[in-house]
């Protein structure tokens, strides 16, 4: 493997480069060529230990499909893009650092969509929710169902009660620091 990105990097030239995708298209034309095996854990160790994040780099395609077969959705993940001059449909590799959970009233009207639309595209134009990791529950207040409160003590029971701790502890602090009392 170390022969193959050796080679790459001859040929792509000094780095950094900012697509990841030529990067590891480079690479899987070099394998295929030298009959070097390229595995899903070798392509997963090259990302982690070769590649950093970059803001200006582009974005790393985790999926293409096949065209036809799925419609472009962006708020989904499925984006459309021309590869070889052909359209196409593809998924992008999430950015795990700009991850972020929302909590989404389940009454919410429009549902998830409509949420998203309003709430998160204004501020973050380019995100989109993954349908299978939604998970649907519902938040039930213990406090505000189970919770008792006490009543609240009168001024007279809190003012007896500090006087006759004042009276107990009374003498303490000079027995403390070792003073006679008379």
């Known amino acids: ?20 995708n030529t990067f590891m298209d480079a690479v899987e034309a070099d394998a295929d060529e030298h009959g070097a095996k390229l595995t899903t854990a070798r392509k997963k160790l090259l990302k982690d230990r070769l590649a950093k994040r970059d803001e200006k780099a582009t974005e790393v395609v985790s999926k293409i499909h096949k065209p036809g077969k799925v419609k472009p959705d962006p708020l989904r993940g499925l984006f459309e893009i021309k590869l070889d001059c052909k359209p196409a449909v593809v998924e992008y590799e999430p950015d795990s650092e700009l991850r972020d959970t929302e909590q989404i009233p389940l009454l919410e009207e429009g549902g998830i969509e409509a949420f998203i639309r309003r709430e998160v595209l204004p501020h973050v134009l380019d995100a989109w929710y993954d349908p299978e990791s939604v998970k649907t529950g519902y938040e039930i207040s213990f406090t505000r169902y189970f919770y008792k409160p006490q009543p609240l003590r009168s001024l007279e029971e809190i003012r007896a009660d500090i006087l006759a701790l004042e009276r107990e502890t009374e003498g303490l602090l000079g027995e403390i620091i070792g003073e006679v009392t008379q």
């Open 1 to 20: 493997m170390a022969n193959v990105v050796d080679r790459v990097a001859g040929s792509l030239g000094p780095g950094p480069h900012l697509s990841f």
